[in-house]
């Protein structure tokens, strides 16, 4: 058995959890969500707590029954806490700055780049106070697309192994390199 599969999933009051045939939706303070679900597998709602049950242990409803609840409990977290990814903007001169809804990005390129929201995302920008570096956070209330608009922000300027400039994530470890053999030896 899952052992995460079979983790019951409470369901905070304020939230409206409905569970029709291959379909679950999820409404809340922040939003309503849908998410089909794969056929076969059973949801179903018992005393304000969501239960996720497989109909036989062959290999792809054991493989489905740990991400459906997943799923499931992604959107009822969405919709009340929401969900958030912060990047840190490194390089000298590079900067972020919200044009209306819209992101703009200046990271060394001769134009600025400018990125739309996906549909339920919003950015905020700042400054960390001690050491001034911009960073960028995107907010929403579905996982899948906040980390997707994370790393489309991410990709516009990869961090750079010699330097470490670039768009990372908050906390995110970049492996440097050496630079050249013969500056440092000094010629």
Do not use: C, W
């Amino acid at each position: 058995m899952s052992r995460i599969g079979k983790m019951p999933i409470p369901v905070p009051s304020g939230v409206d959890v409905k569970i029709e045939q291959g379909l679950v939706t999820v409404k809340g303070p922040k939003g309503t969500l849908q998410q089909e679900i794969v056929r076969g597998m059973i949801v179903k709602m018992e005393d304000g707590i969501i239960i996720v049950d497989r109909p036989s242990d062959i290999k792809m409803h054991r493989a489905l029954h740990g991400l459906t609840r997943t799923l499931v409990n992604n959107m009822v977290e969405g919709v009340t806490k929401g969900y958030q990814k912060i990047l840190e903007v490194h390089g000298v001169g590079y900067r972020a700055q919200l044009v209306g809804a819209n992101l703009q990005l200046l990271v060394g390129y001769s134009h600025p780049v400018d990125i739309v929201p996906r549909e339920g995302i919003t950015f905020e920008v700042g400054q960390e106070a001690n050491t001034r570096l911009p960073f960028i956070t995107v907010l929403g209330i579905n996982k899948q697309v906040v980390g997707q608009q994370a790393a489309e922000i991410r990709a516009v300027k990869k961090p750079e192994p010699y330097k470490g400039k670039g768009i990372r994530y908050k906390g995110e470890e970049v492996r440097r390199k050496a630079g050249k053999a013969g500056k440092a030896a000094g010629k």
